[in-house]
């Protein structure tokens, strides 16, 4: 790491500690600002992001039974927060998966995602009874880094030793940054929690983009931080009520803007731009508060429209609860369908079949090791995995 790239001590400077078993410069963060003045511009960012995410929080709420709209949501955020740090797994990897339930079929990639989720799924669990606190993060670490790449690297516990970030082959020497020593990561951690859980009357999205341009500098982990850092922009709004559920896919943004995300993160630390920052995680908020409410609303009048159509029909039969189904899951098999709605297996064929003839599925062919045929909800699919 360049000590000379690091102009700025705005927000934390570089040191060598010679009391340390580490003779190589590392990243102080300086405390998190409890208030902070900003250019017109980037208050106006700001306010552009608050109105969205406030509409988001709105359409969230009367969203019937959010169960059936959260699935997809936060597969898409898992997809997209995971694809960031490499993962290849898509959205149709894991939705497929869900639907086949065979897990011995399960790849090195679809497993990280699956983590992801399970770690998201935790966290809505925790927080009403957990604040945003180290005890928090940790438990939804274990669960994001067990059995998959990485686990040797201490699941739920901060690291104990020194990291540094850049290319695969970088040294200390060559690095991009060197987060804080391991020493340093208590008091830097505490910090972050009395600002996370302060009463302070900072903007929701402001606060947000300071935690995480923070979380990502202490970078208190061996792996996984940039994925606990994103799931914690999600469980911040939760914590602070601006958002009912995680339905937002902030990382759908990070994803398709990857190298801006990483240089507005480093360009703080070096020469104190937060400005720029504030202002690129605002437009990220801002563009996709706006995507997750139109397809909140589209889904919404799609199951209303098919709810209609299986009344005009008349019938009490499975095809009234497979529409509850592909909005959990717009990937569907006869035994997925079966297994769901308890039934004989004819039984979930034959609704797949009204359900088909209404437009309503199609099939994709066959999927997985074993070669089973699966069927997608068009209209859903779209919603869901469309770049909006």
């Not at 609704?351 to 309503?360: D, F, K, S, T, V």
Request: aromatic share 8%.
């Amino acid at each position: 790491m360049d000590p000379a790239r690091f102009v700025s001590s705005v927000f934390g400077t570089v040191i060598t500690d010679p009391l340390l078993a580490w003779d190589h410069p590392f990243f102080r963060p300086a405390p998190i600002p409890r208030s902070i003045s900003l250019r017109q511009e980037t208050n106006d960012a700001l306010s552009r992001a608050s109105l969205a995410l406030g509409k988001l929080g709105g359409a969230s709420l009367i969203v019937p039974d959010p169960s059936l709209f959260l699935a997809p949501s936060m597969a898409q955020e898992a997809v997209s927060s995971s694809r960031i740090e490499g993962t290849q797994a898509s959205l149709s990897d894991v939705l497929s998966a869900e639907a086949i339930s065979d897990s011995s079929a399960v790849d090195p990639d679809l497993q990280e995602v699956q983590n992801y989720l399970a770690a998201m799924r935790l966290g809505v669990e925790l927080l009403p009874d957990l604040p945003l606190t180290q005890r928090f993060i940790n438990r939804l670490h274990e669960v994001l880094m067990t059995g998959v790449r990485g686990e040797e690297k201490s699941p739920g516990e901060a690291r104990r030793s020194p990291v540094w970030i850049g290319a695969a082959d970088a040294t200390p020497r060559t690095a991009a940054f060197i987060p804080p020593h391991n020493e340093y990561l208590p008091e830097a951690l505490t910090d972050w929690e009395r600002f996370a859980n302060g009463d302070h009357a900072m903007a929701p999205v402001l606060k947000s983009a300071l935690l995480h341009y923070q979380f990502e500098t202490i970078h208190p982990y061996l792996d996984g931080n940039g994925r606990i850092g994103r799931l914690l922009i999600l469980f911040g709004f939760i914590s602070d009520g601006i958002l009912p559920h995680p339905t937002l896919n902030v990382s759908g943004y990070f994803e398709a803007h990857r190298r801006e995300y990483y240089d507005r993160l480093q360009a703080v630390r070096e020469r104190g731009e937060i400005d720029e920052w504030v202002q690129f995680f605002a437009r990220a908020i801002e563009v996709r508060s706006d995507a997750s409410s139109r397809r909140l609303q589209h889904l919404i009048s799609t199951r209303e429209r098919y709810r209609e159509a299986v009344t005009r029909r008349n019938e009490r039969t499975a095809l009234t609860h497979l529409v509850e189904i592909i909005f959990r899951n717009p990937l569907v098999t006869v035994e997925s369908v079966r297994r769901e709605l308890n039934v004989s297996q004819p039984t979930a064929s034959t609704a797949i079949r009204a359900a088909e003839a209404e437009g309503w599925l199609r099939s994709e062919g066959r999927w997985g090791r074993g070669g089973k045929e699966r069927w997608v909800a068009p209209e859903i699919w779209d919603a869901i995995s469309g770049d909006e």
